[in-house]
């Protein structure tokens, strides 16, 4: 059985060691979810909203003591993990308390005039235990926010913690703090083997964020079993500035999000197209901007100052990464405007922008994921299209110029899941807004609406009374009843207006004729 060591990033230190969960309490942890779902979907919404209320009030009360353990872990800002992972946590329970109830609720549905006087009904119901598997670079909230939905849509979960960041405690603490409904959500702790054995018990779906990579393996899997999958995957992110933009703004924005998180962000810029007109002077700004960030560069200990803007990277294999595309960037030409640097033996890397990148670099191409971004420029609102869609990803974007026409109209062209105009990672920041992205970012749709129905079978009914005889539809078929039946498709369907008397005698007509048949 595999021993985990979980470090702090910051400073090497060892924070604990963990065990692999072992095949045994998996079964055991799949049993209990069971069991609790047999619980939880006899649960009124109301009742299962005022559980997720009861959560919400204890990380308001707890929430420096999750900003510690989160920041230890990840070796993010302090502000970054309040922001990031306990705000947005707290905003969708808000939103889900006062929306879920609507949400779920039955609707209605049209009836076709072929099935009148009977009714036709959306009925939400949930699906079982799901498997959640978070990811190592938002470890609390983009577990919470698919945890959240999924009960909430009246389901257990199985939650399956990163390796690299698997926050032990946090939510064991939280759960039965708060008073939580038991064995609701179970918390499972390993690598991708304990993952894959969760999977093969077949859970009623799988809910992935992380690498591509990982997510065709665990969409493999799944479909060996046939189980729904929903992929919230890597991105990199464009961002469009336009020569009448406000730059000091938009500067300022890419600054924040390209950076936040060391730009371990799914959503995070990787790419800034500028218009050649004010490229130079853009670049200029940023690196101004870039060079004036609070960091971890040149500090000892961990992340743990309010006022810290950036804190390191968490893991060796993405400053590797993060390392070579750089490094073979300026090598193929690229300007190294700041940064480029890594104290050595830490995971400090200094904020970086790279210019004239062209669209053959693995930095334009492949996610970075880290403190770097990659600028060029652009002449037309085509080309900038053309060069932003010129990627295998499609999670996010941000677009920026003071002709608002013009925006919108170029998010519309933007082959993308979410976009913001003006702002940057705007989207992630609505609770009510759906979320996922197109091509290797992913599919499916949570937050909002649609982080509630991914986790129901969506049951359609159609009500009837029964005390009419037989529909007209049925046997025994006439030559009649056709031709009778080809009129009414005529009347109905040949006009935007139907022709409501001529109808109404022919459905009469239908009605005679099935009685006597």
Known sequence: METIEVKNPATGEILYTLSECPEEEVQASYKRAWDAFEVVRKMTVRERVEEAGKLRRYMVE?????????????????????????????????????????????????????????????????????????PWNYPFVLSFQPVISAFLA??????????????????????????????????IYGTRATGKRLIDLKPRKVFFTGSVGAGRKIMAQAAEHLIPVELELG???????????DLGRAATGARWGGMVNSGQTCTSVERIYVQEKVYEKFLALMKEKLEGLRTLEGRTGDANEPELEMGCMTTDFQVKTV????????????RLITGGRCAPGTHKYAPTLVADVTPDMRIATEESFGPVMAAAKFRTEEEAIALANASPYGLSASVWSADLDRAVRVARALETGNVSINNALA????????????????????KGAFGLYSFCNVKSVLLDKGTLGPDLHWHPYSREKYVLFSRLL????????????????????????????
Not at 235 to 245: H, I, T, W
Request: hydrophobic share 40%.
């Open 235 to 245: 991105g990199k992110d464009p961002m469009l500035v336009f020569e009448d933009a």
């Open 490 to 517: 005529d009347a109905f369907y040949r006009d935007a207006k139907p022709a409501w008397l001529r109808l109404s005698l022919l459905v009469f007509k239908l009605m005679r004729l099935n009685r006597r048949g």
């Open 323 to 334: 390392t070579e595309q750089v490094e073979e960037a300026v090598q193929q030409g690229a």
């Open 62 to 134: 707890h929430k420096e003591r999750m900003v510690e353990q989160i920041c230890r872990e990840t070796g993010k800002s302090r502000t970054d993990a309040l922001m990031a992972e306990v705000y947005s946590s707290l905003d969708m329970i808000r939103y889900y308390e006062k929306n879920a109830e609507r949400i779920l609720r039955e609707q209605k549905a049209p009836t076709p005039m072929v099935l009148f006087p009977k009714q036709s009904r959306i009925w939400f119901e949930p699906l079982g235990p799901v498997l959640v598997i978070a």
């Open 154 to 187: 009246g389901n257990s979960v199985l939650l399956k913690s990163s390796s690299y960041t698997p926050i032990k405690g946090l939510y064991e603490d939280m759960l039965e703090g708060s008073g939580f409904v038991k064995d609701a959500i179970q918390i």
């Open 427 to 446: 989207t992630q920041a609505n609770s009510a807004l759906p979320f996922g992205g197109v091509k290797d970012s992913g599919f499916g749709r949570y």
